[in-house]
């Protein structure tokens, strides 16, 4: 991996456990990618929970803290040490990043098949 790529903070959803009302608790993780010209995308092994879990010691029922704005402060300074790293020719341990999708529409996502290849995931799951 090499200057041509930039990173950036990402997010998504996951369930973060089970709430008190006995539903799902959907929360949001960040994490840093990085994407070339082309789209091509890493994304690290790391995420980060935008919630901390806290159980009540009189009842003993899950809640849930909104530390979002925490976790985007760390994940965006993360972000930025990747990019001063890029930026100076050093190489990113490469055990730390896993190969996600490419960006949809860009040179890698359609060099690469992605439509069709989820396309036929699709069909093989029905």
Known sequence: MNT???????SDLYE???ACDGHPFIAERY????ENAA???FQHEKAFAGVEVIE???TGETGF???RETTKAIV???AAKVNATLASGKALTPSCWFEVDPAYGSDSYVAQGTELK???AEKLAA
């Open 4 to 10: 041509t790529y930039t990173a950036y903070v990402a």
């Open 39 to 41: 789209g091509r995308r």
């Open 65 to 67: 803290a909104d530390i």
């Open 76 to 78: 965006e300074d993360l």
């Open 16 to 18: 973060a456990g089970i």
């Open 118 to 120: 989820r396309f036929f």
């Open 31 to 34: 994490y840093v990618v990085i």
């Open 56 to 58: 009540c010691e009189e």
